[in-house]
């Protein structure tokens, strides 16, 4: 407590002996430097998330990017023979940016760490989406096919009328029925009747 009066003395200007006076010189010199440690280590903090807010802005946008071209040019368009050229741009990208994050981070590793991460992302969604795609079709496939047949009332104790028609009994040899319109039947019979005339 009689340091810290000491200090607090010294601060408004009153009278202090020497040995008080070396005592709050001390204390102010470690005020000074825990504020000073705590300052840097609050600016390293900001410098910190200001670089993930960097990275976070890279990775999306070139995720946004590389989507927009595939959905803007076609998929086929993005494609050198069959490969999809962002999954090489992707690997390219992101290996170097881990080799020079391993070197000291000096020619932005961390900046096409995060590109690389955005277009390998933006190939994954695609790959992702037609895989989503073939589950779903193989999933219809085998489910069971509903009849197209149209329900008909089922009467207790009698059967329904398609039944009768399926009965082999009631089935016949197929035949062709043609049906014209009455116009043209006057004629095919006046025209018949000139025939028995001659």
Do not use: C
């Not at 489910?143 to 039944?163: D, E, I, K, T, Y």
Request: avoid cysteine.
């Amino acid at each position: 407590m009689a340091n810290q009066s000491a200090l607090a003395a010294a601060m408004k200007g009153d009278k202090v002996n020497d040995r008080q006076a070396k005592t709050a010189l001390g204390q102010a010199v470690t005020r000074i430097a825990s504020l000073t440690k705590r300052a840097n280590a609050s600016k390293e903090a900001m410098a910190h998330t200001g670089s993930m807010v960097v990275h976070t802005a890279e990775t999306q946008g070139s995720l946004f990017l590389a989507s927009m071209a595939e959905g803007y040019f076609g998929e086929d368009k993005l494609k050198i023979g069959s490969v999809d050229v962002r999954a090489p741009l992707a690997l390219t990208a992101q290996g170097f940016g881990l080799y020079d994050t391993m070197k000291g981070g000096k020619n932005g590793g961390a900046h096409l760490l995060a590109i690389g991460n955005g277009l390998l992302g933006s190939w994954l969604a695609t790959v992702a989406r037609k895989a989503g795609q073939t589950l779903a079709t193989k999933k219809g496939a085998a489910a069971p096919v509903a009849s197209a047949s149209p329900l008909l009332p089922q009467v207790q104790g009698a059967l329904p009328f398609q039944a009768l028609l399926t009965e082999p009994a009631l089935a016949g040899p197929p035949r062709e029925v043609v049906l014209t319109p009455r116009t043209e039947r006057v004629r095919r019979r006046a025209y018949d009747e000139d025939d028995d005339l001659s």
